[in-house]
């Protein structure tokens, strides 16, 4: 019988912001935040943007924050 290969998650494949170690996203951080955007100002899904649950709800709630205060658009 063949053994599997055990998988390991590679760096390449973690949440951005657990590799650079980020605590709580900012809804001051624009330029993160339009990485995680389309052009038509809808997120990303987790899948795509390759967050992990945690900050995926973070990135939400800043977004949220941003366009509130007229800083990211609604469209």
Do not use: I, T, W
């Not at 709580?24 to 993160?32: C, G, M, Q, T």
């Not at 649950?53 to 609604?74: D, E, G, I, N, T």
């Amino acid at each position: 019988m063949a053994r599997r290969k055990s998988r390991r998650r590679s760096a390449a494949r973690r949440c951005r912001f657990c590799r650079d170690g980020v605590q709580e996203v900012s809804y001051k951080d624009l330029d993160s935040l339009r990485r995680l955007m389309s052009s038509e100002a809808a997120l990303f899904s987790k899948k795509r943007s390759g967050n992990c649950s945690r900050h995926q709800r973070m990135v939400k709630q800043a977004v949220k924050q941003a366009r509130f205060l007229a800083l990211l658009p609604y469209l």
